[in-house]
């Protein structure tokens, strides 16, 4: 059996503008601490400023980033300048900024200023300036002061990518116990959310259903690529792709299935990011609806040498890194749930194959320090159990 359960990404709770809205990049303007005056009269030093330092926090959203720094303004303290009766001042207080976890640091001109990928990792983003000393004619400098940009990208094993209603909501609150909003109109997942699926050895994998591409997304048409910055750092990506094809309006062509698949496979080349080197699965779903058979037919056919049947698509579909797929199958999500719970064990074989082939690259001598330290590990394991076992008798 499966259990699952679903992590919110936003509040419930409805009150003003801005309530509900999903926050995934947040500016903000950090200063370290100014140093403290120095004392030249008797070669007194102040002391450093504070700095301004990230904390990831796996409790923490922008939002609540935001809720603690409403003018957007981060300052760490002063130092404490130099006195007569205490020559050498003490250094200001370090701010500290609590951030979440899957964070990246950048600059407003875009350069990486470090990743918080996990709890407790930190980056200094703001240096208090030195407190007075004869160097400075016992003046305390300036902190470093920026402008910074946190753009959070989801940490989730796995990413689901399709159109508008091919079915991706449905997928994640029957392989879990999420409950995102699922109806027959286009756009109706508006934020990134994830689903954890625990397995009965408490194994848990987490997928991220993004909002819908639609054709032309790379030209920011829909919700353009905004979201799919969300599925960079996954590890396994799930084309979701509607038997009977897809049709955004009447203002649009339809397409048909092997269509979709070409232009989803398009608009992530357009993407770039090396996305297209990750493992894939394709699921074709809707399989319970009239005449899907016969399509999933011509489907098969033409996915069985997809790498050549795309040319015979127009030019503008066509993607120029066609792309492999793991496996490839068919269901219903909604009608199905037998062939859902056997999706949720098949995901988790694909990600301990990634796993292993990923292990295997790695240096002889990183892996063997890796095997050195399980070991120990479990000698320690071994030793608490022993001492336990000694106490009870």
């Not at 909003?181 to 994830?194: D, E, G, I, M, S």
């Not at 997928?207 to 599925?231: S, T, V, W």
Request: charged share 25%; proline share 5%; aromatic share 6%.
């Amino acid at each position: 059996m499966v259990f699952c359960t679903v992590l919110r990404l936003c509040s419930k709770k409805a009150r003003g503008k801005s309530a509900g809205k999903f926050i995934d990049s947040l500016r903000l303007t950090v200063r370290g601490g100014p140093g403290g005056m120095g004392h030249p009269k008797y070669g007194g030093v102040g002391g450093k400023g504070g700095n301004v330092v990230l904390v990831a926090d796996e409790e923490m959203t922008l939002k609540k980033v935001l809720h603690k720094v409403p003018t957007r303004l981060v300052k760490a303290s002063e130092g404490e300048n130099s006195h007569a009766h205490r020559l050498c001042g003490d250094n200001g207080a370090d701010f500290i900024l609590p951030v979440p976890t899957g964070i990246s640091v950048l600059s407003s001109t875009g350069v990486k200023l470090g990743d918080l990928n996990k709890t407790s990792e930190q980056v200094i983003v703001a240096k208090g300036g030195l407190g007075g000393q004869p160097a400075t004619q016992f003046n305390g400098l300036k902190g470093e002061e920026l402008k910074i940009v946190l753009d959070l990208k989801l940490i989730a094993d796995i990413g689901l990518v399709g159109f508008p209603n091919a079915g991706k909501s449905s997928l994640l609150k029957s392989i879990s116990r999420a409950k995102p909003r699922v109806a027959a109109y286009p756009f109706t997942t508006l934020k990134p959310q994830l689903g954890v699926i625990t397995y009965d050895d408490f194994r848990q994998i987490t997928m991220a259903d993004l909002p819908g591409l639609i054709e032309g997304a790379h030209q920011n048409r829909g919700l353009g690529h905004r979201f799919l910055k969300h599925i960079e750092r996954t590890k396994l990506l799930i084309f979701l792709v509607d038997i009977n094809g897809f049709q955004l309006s009447h203002e649009y062509p339809h397409r048909q299935p092997f269509e979709t698949v070409a232009l989803l496979n398009k608009e992530l080349e357009l993407y770039g990011k090396d996305i297209l080197s990750k493992p894939t699965l394709l699921i074709v779903n809707k399989m319970d609806t009239e005449g899907a058979e016969e399509k999933w037919k011509k489907l098969k056919d033409l996915l069985s040498n997809y790498k050549e049947n795309i040319r015979l698509l127009p030019k503008v579909m066509q993607p120029q890194q066609p792309i492999t797929f793991d496996e490839i199958w068919n269901m219903s999500v909604q009608q199905d749930p037998e062939a859902v719970r056997t999706l949720a064990f098949k995901l988790r074989q694909h990600l301990d194959i990634h796993a292993d082939y990923e292990r295997s690259q790695l240096p002889i001598q990183q892996i063997e320090d890796g095997i050195k330290d399980i070991k120990q590990r479990h000698q320690i394991q071994n030793a608490l159990i022993e001492h336990s076992s000694s106490k009870l008798m």
